[in-house]
């Protein structure tokens, strides 16, 4: 099925009639069949660990802690949506989306990728995506719900977004980590059905409504879980192009970080195996949408965990998370002057491991 895709999709992409989604999905399945897998860093332009971006009309958005690390750029870069819903001018972390708008289109122009995520505010206690103190929040904004309207213009605003980068391919993976129940869209604070139908409906507008093509449609849940927990809430084969998976590696108080780097691996390589299959079944590209060991204190992390872990998986990118820049501790990928850096870039250097 992958193979069909691939050559279907390279045979468009050779008529030069693609929409940018077909591009793409093309070039994701292209490194998947050769067994390559992207590597990527969240709001890696914006900021890194200690460094901020402050004018980014004028900063030529050049620096990356990856780049400082590795000598190349991350194949593909993650940025946060989560405030574009209220028509502010800057994410929950402070990111503008008019550096995302910049920042994203050089990604693309030097062959990378880019990824969007979104932490939304809670539309009915006015909380903000942590806020689980209701389960009504996904029943008010569907529609007849009385914060429907309002969610509306939320997906309108979200749309214009897209709509800004032009013909510009991306990845969008709305409600994620949703078997988990610390989001308010989580397992336990809405039903099944009610997931499908905020999925479904959001899908429906920017596609339909909207018309937006430049958009591939990951479902990324909170791992591991079993297939039929993967499937649970899986708003169906129309509205999705990627299955995902967010898995961080979480030493139990006073663990031995061997043992933690072993659970760790064996559950990636335990849910990547059954995204796989399950990709196959549906016809679907896959991807490890986050992942991280915040602060890198295991030594060998990227050579002795994370690799061996994903290597042959299938996967078409693996994602870690933010350098936080106003908090020290909080960083998912290296910095120059890092004390275990180069176990990272021995990483970069693998061949089937992709930078720019
Ligand atoms: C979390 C943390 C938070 C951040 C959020 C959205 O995992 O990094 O500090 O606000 O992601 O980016």
Not at 89 to 99: E, K, S, W
Not at 150 to 169: H, I, K, N, V
Not at 284 to 293: A, D, I
Request: charged fraction near 20%; include cysteine; proline fraction near 6%.
């Amino acid at each position: 099925m992958r193979i069909l895709m691939a050559v279907c999709c390279a045979a468009l992409v050779f008529s030069g009639c693609a929409s940018p989604r077909e591009r793409l999905t093309a070039q994701l399945s292209r490194a998947a069949s050769e067994h390559q897998i992207l590597y990527g860093h969240q709001d890696d332009p914006a900021y890194g660990h200690a460094w901020l971006v402050t004018d980014w009309e004028t900063d030529p958005l050049v620096r990356s802690d990856v780049k400082d690390v590795a000598g190349r750029y991350p194949a593909i870069v993650g940025f946060d949506l989560g405030g574009i819903e209220l028509g502010d001018a800057r994410n929950l972390d402070g990111v503008p989306f008019g550096l995302m708008r910049k920042a994203a289109r050089q990604q693309v122009e030097r062959g990378g990728v880019v990824t969007f995520s979104w932490h939304p505010r809670n539309p009915l206690t006015g909380g903000d995506a942590w806020d689980i103190s209701s389960d009504q929040v996904v029943k008010a904004i569907l529609p007849g719900g009385e914060k429907h309207a309002e969610f509306e213009l939320w997906l309108e605003r979200t749309a214009d977004f897209f709509e800004s980068l032009g013909d510009m391919p991306l990845i969008f993976r709305p409600w994620h980590e949703n078997l988990g129940s610390w989001f308010w869209w989580g397992g336990r604070l809405c039903t099944a059905e009610e997931y499908r139908a905020l999925y479904r409906y959001t899908w429906t507008y920017l596609t339909k409504e909207r018309g937006l093509k430049n958009i591939l449609w990951c479902y990324s849940p909170n791992g591991p879980v079993s297939a039929a927990d993967f499937l649970s809430r899986y708003p169906g084969d129309d509205c999705v192009d990627m299955l995902g998976t967010d898995i961080y590696e979480y030493p139990a108080p006073g663990e031995a970080l061997a043992s933690a780097g072993q659970r760790y691996a064996d559950q990636v390589r335990t849910m990547l195996a059954t995204l796989q299959s399950l990709a196959a079944e549906h016809g679907k590209l896959l991807c490890l949408s986050e992942t991280g060991f915040e602060g890198l204190p295991d030594p060998q992390w990227w050579t002795g965990v994370l690799y061996p872990a994903i290597q042959g998986s299938g996967i078409c990118y693996v994602l870690t998370w933010r350098n936080a820049h106003d908090k020290p501790g909080h960083f998912y990928a290296p910095w120059k002057g890092f004390e275990y850096a180069n176990d990272f870039k021995q990483f970069s250097e693998k061949e089937d491991i992709i930078l720019l």
